[in-house]
């Protein structure tokens, strides 16, 4: 995958781990908000910090999930493309 195509992968699952956490309504179903918590793994454990709110939470936990998918990134083995 080229390094173009893992950032777009990356900005895609953020913006939609994002925006079913932000409009999870966990009244009625529980599943979108857990669902953008899977997205946003794992900077989303941010969000279970006490006396964190999410308009500084979630922005902290998508810079957490870019440093580790840059770890991973880096550390992938090369292809022989």
């Known amino acids: ?14 913006i939609v781990g994002l925006l079913a956490w932000w409009f999870a309504n966990v009244h009625t179903t529980p599943f979108q908000m857990l669902f953008g918590l ?14 964190i709110q999410d308009l500084v939470g979630l922005p902290l936990a998508v810079l957490i999930n870019v440093g580790a998918w840059y770890l991973i990134r ?8």
């Open 1 to 14: 995958m080229s390094r173009r195509r893992y950032w777009i992968l990356f900005a895609s699952t953020q």
């Open 38 to 51: 899977a997205l946003l793994f794992p900077g989303s454990l941010v969000v279970f910090v006490p006396h």
């Open 74 to 81: 880096k550390n992938r083995p090369v292809n022989s493309e």
